[in-house]
């Protein structure tokens, strides 16, 4: 059994962790703000490395503890009215990205990496594991911690919830907003045709029927 483990280990490893090193503290971060998680869902090595990770019982794990701080839904509203999210989810109607997704589709590599979780039989053991694990402890004691209470309490009157309040306010926000939507940039492919240095490098074909006014000789 054990040579069997190994042989299938060494079979998905080269296309499982060719990808990077994400961890899983770094999936749940990113999972849990609305720009970055729509960034994963537009490259597929991204999302294939988010999907190994969501297979680990502790990116549930983190995830759920961060659920239970006020502070994450704060950065969450911040990154909401930020124009980040604009140009996050203005890239879904780039060409581009659709066409990332065909060829991963057609990359047995693509498929490797997607299994590779279910054939490593570490993962299962994790599982099983997983009710001992101490961020699992330190979940289920969470309610007797009147700390959490405590944060939730005065989560009204932190500095960065009332900020977030007063942000309606500011000019400044809808001047980001309106600049990232006029900006080109924003929208990838499509933005050629919102820019206008893309027509002024196509020749005029009435230019040779147009008169140019010549300046009168001095």
Do not use: C, H
Request: glycine content about 4%; hydrophobic content about 50%; overall charge neutral.
């Amino acid at each position: 059994m054990k040579k069997l483990s190994a042989l299938i280990l060494a079979l998905v490893a080269p296309t499982a962790f060719a990808q990077g090193a994400a961890t899983p503290e770094s999936t749940a971060a990113a999972l849990l703000d609305p720009v970055k998680a729509a960034e994963i869902a537009q490259d597929p090595k991204a999302a294939v490395q988010a999907m190994t990770n969501l297979m680990d019982p502790a990116t549930a794990l983190i995830m759920m503890q961060r659920s239970l701080d006020p502070a994450t839904y704060t950065r969450m509203a911040q990154a909401g009215m930020s124009p980040d999210i604009l140009k996050a989810y203005a890239a879904f109607l780039d060409p581009n990205m659709y066409m990332k997704w065909l060829a991963a589709s057609m990359d047995p590599n693509f498929y490797t990496a997607a299994m590779a979780p279910m054939l490593n039989p570490n993962l299962y053991m994790k599982w099983l594991a997983s009710p001992v694990d101490p961020r699992a402890l330190q979940l289920m004691m969470a309610p007797l911690n009147p700390n959490l209470y405590m944060n939730w309490a005065l989560a009204p009157i932190n500095p960065a919830n009332l900020n977030l309040m007063m942000a309606p306010l500011n000019p400044n926000l809808y001047t980001q907003w309106a600049g990232a939507a006029a900006d080109p940039k924003t929208y990838g492919t499509w933005g050629g045709f919102l820019n206008p240095a893309t027509y002024g490098t196509i020749p005029n074909p009435f230019a040779g029927f147009i008169p140019v006014p010549v300046a009168p000789a001095k």
